[in-house]
């Protein structure tokens, strides 16, 4: 089978992204973890199908580097939005459906893609240790010299403790800096099982753990190692709302690429 594809990145959170308002892809776990593969395929964190939906502009359908079908990806929500606008798909404010429900998003005069995430009622707090839902399952842990860390062996070992190797779960390490409203953040994700230069549900649950103000509005800078993202939210009594991730969304290239009968690489 041969595809055209497209290849997007925010913040070197870098995706595969097909078009199939039509209907006609239908992928295996295999297919996908090859077309992901650094090596043998495209290679990304992630793909991604722009579906149609009765009710929405689109439907985003998210998988991970591994192959699996995978809960919400906030930098791959963004390019997708981008993507869609670059397919024809022009609005002021989209409106699409994921696999944890509705998002909106819109798209400034600089090409910035602002998402809108899903509220956060509950964190679990263990002093410097968070346990939250932002789209998908994450760790936070704040520490020091982050830069410095080997994010891969100790966000692995998180990943797979009894506590979380079942559901699995993602990974972030955030220090603060001197400024108030900043921070960076490094992150493990599963389904790629490694460090990614970005995250953005992951960014997104830093921030929210992170506030500077006890209630009402914050905006936080987050630095990761593929660039910046900025997320903007109101903190209440019950938790957190109004939650967006804002960031670039960039266009790497397309292509066309036949996919083998046999995959064994696997």
Sequence with gaps: MRLHFYKYQGTGNDFVILDNRNNTIELTREQVAFLCNRRFGIGAD???????HPSYDFQMKYYNADGGESTMCGNGGRCLVKFAAEMGIVKSEYRFIAIDGEHEASIDSGGNVSLKMNDVSSVKSDENRHVLNTGSPHYVEVTENVMDLDVFEKGRSIRYSDEFKKEGINVNFVEQTDDADSIIVRTY??????ETYSCGTGVTAAALVS???ENGYNFVNVKTKGGKLGVEYEKTDSGYTNIYLIGPAIKVFEGNIELPDTINFI
């Design 46 to 52: 992630g793909l991604m199908l722009l579906n149609p």
């Design 189 to 194: 994700e599963r389904g790629v099982e490694d």
């Design 211 to 213: 506030y500077h103000n």
